[in-house]
């Protein structure tokens, strides 16, 4: 069972009802839950789209797009139905908040998207969990059913007139499939490949019709946003990026978890203050800052930095998914980066060549690379086909992979450079990846 | 009853609750072939794989074709076309927790079974598996059997863990 941490720099807005049994829904209401919904219902939606924008809440998932905003995209008036679609195929390595979420608050996710249907006017709200999340696809379906019986949702929510029915999904093991467009492919019953854009799913998105697709952490958030006030949240982040954040930190860190900490939070404090520095008392070699497809920073390059998403892009990186991983300084950091591509190889859905090409040569290479058989003139090869990779793909999953190569490449080149020649790895882990 | 077989009374190779149930999801969605991926998963937890059988009949609930049905079920990763073993181990080499001892915790499951990625031991009882990802990176390493989680694992956990579920079919 995901154990639960804390420190006393948390802010608990999100993860405030964890532990406390809130996925039985009396205790859930016990602890104002619903609340927000019935006020928005009150509201309506132009009230909850200005909250929302006012609240500088911004995509969880990994783009930071501000969630008010891509709300306020969604057509009034249109001629086929609206949805909003909850992506709970959480599946960015380094990435684990929503599995809490869904674990210890699923009716937060199941009241944000009803608050998401009012203030866009659908009638329906899917929530999309990935496949191996099966015990807590379980957990959500009982809270839908528990919210059902209540009259939370259904035919006349809360006793009004308005409808809002949530329907629950289950994914079948694909990365590809949290990529937005994807998702509706494969909640429409077909291979999980992204879809050109535009149009954006706000105008066309599942099975046609306008679409709001948040992820399960921002959806989450929206009732605590909502409760608050959007001032209160926006003034507990950093500026122009609202609130809280659920950080996960892994790998060799000395008290791993999932913390919830205002965005802008610095990110050596984090790593040394709140999860208890490098396991063992070894010195940071280097930090993943927001899941696997984020570039590597150098411990030098997080001095000053804060965790949101404007400073961790202006350092070269991305906030991503806040996935913090940790790495030492016994790690060999050309294994590392042939761990990462072998999952970006292994989940290109193959549609894209640059993609499905890229992250399958970049393995080659970095496969020889680690081996030792590397050749000088790979390392420049590496950068070539990751360079070429970027922006040339329908989805992001190809920039994905090229992105944190690049940056193990030209933050790593030493390193890299002494894998050369069959000369002995120095940190001497080299065994053959199994994964194909 | 042999699953497999084709129960005359629901006319589905399927138990009657999961016939059930695949009833109720054709009719959940706006558009029925939705119900698509949810119910590849759901036969094969009863089924064990995805059979020429078993692909026939979702095609027909679903009103597609069975190649569209093959079409969508070699995407997804946890789909498979052969039996596993009872109980699927699951084992996370990705980097969180590789960091923490993933490769060590893989290699003891292979010693211990005797089998290697993909393999199914010779009674059936086990397979193995090096999975990607699978979203518990901060209690790494961990593994799924199935659908349970195991984690904040060392190698010296690995006999245990199998005991457990070896008591689970002696049962």
């Known amino acids: ?436 | 009853m042999n699953p497999k077989e084709t129960n005359p009374d629901t006319m589905s190779i399927f138990s009657p609750g999961l016939a059930a149930r695949f009833d109720a999801l054709v009719n959940k969605y706006p558009v029925k072939r939705s119900a698509l991926i949810p119910m590849l998963l759901y036969a094969q937890d009863e089924i064990g794989y995805l059979s020429d059988a078993v692909i026939d009949e979702i095609a027909e609930r679903l009103s597609i074709t069975p190649l569209e049905v093959r079409n969508v079920a070699t995407y997804y990763s946890m789909l498979r076309f052969k039996p596993a073993g009872k109980f699927n181990v699951q084992v996370c080499t990705n980097i969180s927790c590789m960091l923490r001892g993933g490769y060590e915790l893989l290699e003891r499951f292979q010693d211990e079974l005797g089998i290697g990625h993909k393999g199914v031991t010779p009674d059936g009882v086990f397979s193995l598996e090096e999975v990607e990802c699978i979203g518990v990176c901060c209690w790494a390493p961990a593994i799924q059997v199935n659908y349970a989680f195991h984690d904040e694992l060392t190698p010296n956990d690995v006999p245990r863990i199998l005991d457990q579920y070896r008591t689970q079919v002696q049962k």
């Not at chain 1, 309506?44 to 797009?65: C, V």
């Not at chain 1, 411990?299 to 000053?304: A, V, W």
């Not at chain 1, 991983?325 to 193959?350: K, M, N, P, W």
């Open chain 1, 1 to 436: 069972m995901p154990r639960l941490v804390s420190h006393p720099d948390e802010v608990k807005i999100v993860t405030r009802r964890f532990g406390q049994g809130a996925a039985n829904i009396d205790r859930y209401i016990e602890l104002g839950g619903y609340e927000a919904a019935k006020k928005c219902l009150a509201q309506g939606p132009d009230w909850i789209i200005t909250e929302m924008k006012a609240s500088n809440l911004r995509g969880r998932g990994g783009a930071g797009f501000p969630a008010g905003l891509k709300w306020s995209f969604v057509p009034k008036q249109s001629s086929k139905p609206k949805y909003v679609l909850v992506n709970g195929d959480e599946s960015e390595p380094g990435t684990c908040k929503d599995h809490l979420i869904f674990l210890h608050d699923p009716h937060a996710v199941i009241e944000g998207t009803i608050i998401a249907g009012l203030a866009i006017g659908a009638k329906v709200g899917f929530i999309y969990l990935r496949g191996e999340y099966r015990y807590l696809l379980e957990i959500v379906e009982k809270a839908v059913a528990d919210a059902y019986t209540k009259g939370f949702l259904g035919k006349s929510i809360f006793g009004s007139e308005t409808e809002f029915q949530v329907i629950t999904q289950t994914g079948a093991g694909a990365y590809e499939v949290g990529e937005e467009s994807a998702l509706m492919e494969s909640l429409e019953g077909k291979r999980g490949v992204p879809r050109i854009k535009p149009p954006f799913p706000a105008v066309v998105g599942l099975y046609g019709g306008p679409t709001v697709i948040n992820n399960a952490e921002t959806i989450a958030t929206v009732p605590h946003v909502i409760t608050m006030g959007a001032a209160a949240y926006a003034a507990v982040g950093s500026e122009r990026n609202g609130g809280t954040r659920l950080f996960g930190l892994s790998g060799h860190i000395e008290r791993p978890g999932v913390y919830e900490l205002p965005m802008g939070y610095n990110l050596k404090k984090m790593i040394y203050e709140v999860g208890g520095g490098v396991r063992g008392g070894r010195k940071l070699k280097a930090v993943v800052p927001g899941g696997s497809s984020t570039p590597v920073l150098l411990p030098e390059e997080i001095e000053n930095l804060g965790m949101d998403f404007d400073q961790v892009g202006k350092a070269g990186s991305m906030l991503g998914s806040g996935g913090v991983v940790v790495i030492d300084d016994q790690t060999c950091i050309v294994e590392f980066a042939l761990r990462t591509i072998s999952f970006y190889q292994h989940e290109s859905c193959g549609w894209c060549i640059p993609c499905r090409e890229g992250t399958d040569w970049l393995k080659k290479t970095l496969t020889r690379f680690h081996a030792g058989f590397g050749v000088a003139k790979d390392i420049d090869n590496i950068r070539y086909l990751a360079e070429n990779m970027m922006g040339r793909t329908f989805c992001p999953l190809g920039d994905a992979a090229a992105m944190p190569t690049l940056g193990f490449v030209k933050k790593f080149r030493k390193e890299f450079e002494d894998h050369l020649d069959g000369k002995p790895c120095p940190f001497a882990k080299h065994v053959e990846m199994a994964v194909v």
